[in-house]
């Protein structure tokens, strides 16, 4: 006989339909986050990109010298702010002054040498309207005596001698006025300041001015004062690398990218940063302004090849440059090489990639000053050495004075 079956315990009841309501309560739970997630993702989160391969970047101009010298001054050190147009190091300036005096005297004495070339033409002009009257009268002369000669009153001999002068006072106008046009084809067209020869003494003047201001190194930009290696005392040429200045207040950050986020990422989209430095709780704000021609392993030292045969693929990662906000910046200062947290919104994908980035230009005008100096230096001497006309004296341009006719005989 079979034994019949005894009904559960009402506990044993209790704690099935309690672990029913728990395991129907988590599959619930799961999938109110499924779809919280779906919303999420389709609303919010498949507009952003972000990365946390990312690092600040800028500017730093190296600080070198034009001209060899050796220092005798350092006015600026590590960590330090400098202004543009600061100098930062002083070069000995004696051998640069010794050839300015000698480019400054041979100038002067050049400008006096044209300003002579322009007093000979008025000379050269008197010596032909001279050798003009000499003719005049020397033609005269004979005239008078071939009115004379049919009565016999004149011999035929002083008839030749009269003819002779009349030839060689001829020859003293063309020679005269030969001398005059020469001298004119030396100044015709021109002034004292605009000669050649002048102009070539002014371009070493400011030949050798430029080399006596180039003694000192100005700051181009206003920033940090880094990398200084260079030493009171120390002998440099053109070209060796004296200190570096780092403008803070240009900087951006370079984020690396992976190829698979790059489909929709555009010039111009919005960007969120954070610095490790600073924390979550200080945001920058900028947006994307280029995009690398290559990736890094592209430009690396040694390139990988991967056209041997031999070779893993890596996922590869695209420099992307971000502008930052520069009040933010004022706020809170970031360095060089500092890391960052990007996040870009791509919703708007309607920038462009590559052929729209906006150029950037970089320039200084501190060294403008010299060449103005310059000029203010080469046109003094000209003005102290040039006469009262202040090299504006210019030469006439009326052609050589014509001989009088000569006589019949």
Partial sequence: MSTPQQPAPPAQSANNGKRKRMMTLLVIVILIAAVA??????LVARFHEDTDDAYVSGNVVQITPQVTGTVIAVNADDTQVVKAGDPLVVLDPADARVALEQAEANLAQTVRQ?????????????QVALRQADLSRAQDDLKRRLTVAQTGAVSQEEISHARDAVK??????????????????????TTIADHPNVKAAAAKVRDAYLNHARNVLPAPVTGYVAKRSVQVGQRVSPGTPLMAIVPLHDVWVDANFKEVQLKHMHIG??????ADVYGSSVPYHG????????TGSAFSLLPAQNATGNWIKVVQRLPVRIALDPQELDK??????LSMQADVNIKDDSGAQLGQAPNTAYQTNVFDKYGD???????RIIAE???????AQKSTQAGPAKAAPAAKS
Wanted: without cysteine.
């Fill in 269 to 274: 989209q919005p960007v969120e940063l954070t």
């Fill in 168 to 189: 060689s006072a001829q020859a003293a106008v063309d020679a005269a006025q030969q001398q005059l046009a020469s001298n004119r084809a030396l100044t015709a067209n």
């Fill in 287 to 294: 947006k994307v302004v280029g995009f690398s021609a290559g």
């Fill in 114 to 126: 044209v300003r002579g070339l322009f007093a000979d033409d008025n000379q050269y002009q008197a």
């Fill in 37 to 42: 997630y779906g919303l999420y993702y389709f």
């Fill in 373 to 379: 100096e310059a000029d203010a230096e080469i046109a």
């Fill in 385 to 391: 050495n040039a006469g009262p006309n202040g090299g």
């Fill in 332 to 337: 809170h200062p970031l360095r060089i090489g």
